[in-house]
């Protein structure tokens, strides 16, 4: 049994002592190097990151019974309230400065939030224009409705050929008014 472990831990030993390199050559990765000397070496060994040696530490903003916000270095629950935001500060500070991080650091998540949210409002469908009127886009979903009505009807093929490229028309006006 030992023989066999001690085998095995030899093999990794030696496979890891020489591991094979990685070349990048244009799109393609290969273990040998890439023709006229080009490509380059490729660095795939795994990646090392250990928070607790970087120094550090969770800093939790917490949201009481009553709905004040308060820092804590521990755990929300640990004081009965909730979590509402977990941030990474450097340990081995005061803890005002870890607070002064984290509280930074939150102001620009909301920030960031905050953009976002924007971007997705003034880019959501239907709802306003690119001025801000609803009016237009109001309209434009009142013809496409219309044209949609139309076309359940029985018609010719001709008429729902037209009926189609109106609705088209209607659409790309959406789109253009940023509908």
């Known amino acids: 049994m ?5 085998a ?3 093999l990794i030993a030696s496979g ?4 094979q390199q990685v070349y990048r050559c244009g799109n393609q990765y290969s273990s040998e190097p890439c023709g006229r000397g080009g490509g380059r070496v490729v660095d795939v060994s795994p990646p090392v990151r250990n928070l607790d040696s970087a120094g550090a530490s969770q800093v939790f903003l917490c949201v009481g019974n009553s709905g004040g916000r308060f820092w804590s270095p521990s755990h929300c629950r640990e004081r009965s309230a909730l979590v509402e935001r977990i941030e990474s500060v450097p340990a081995g500070l005061p803890w ?3 607070v002064q991080i ?5 102001r620009q998540g909301y920030a960031v939030q905050q953009q ?6 003034s880019s959501a469908p239907g709802v306003t224009g690119a001025s801000g ?6 309209y434009f979903n009142q013809q496409v ?4 009505r139309l076309a359940r009807q029985p018609q010719s093929g001709a008429s729902q050929g037209w009926i189609a490229e109106q609705r088209k028309a209607v659409r790309d006006q959406q789109f253009r008014a940023r509908c």
């Open 145 to 148: 409705e219309y044209y949609d």
């Open 96 to 98: 005002e400065q870890q």
């Open 116 to 121: 976002a949210m924007q971007q997705r409002a």
């Open 102 to 106: 984290a509280d930074q650091q939150a």
């Open 16 to 19: 890891i002592a020489h591991a």
């Open 133 to 138: 009127d609803t009016s237009s886009c109001a």
């Open 8 to 10: 095995s831990l030899l």
């Open 2 to 6: 030992r023989v066999t472990s001690l």
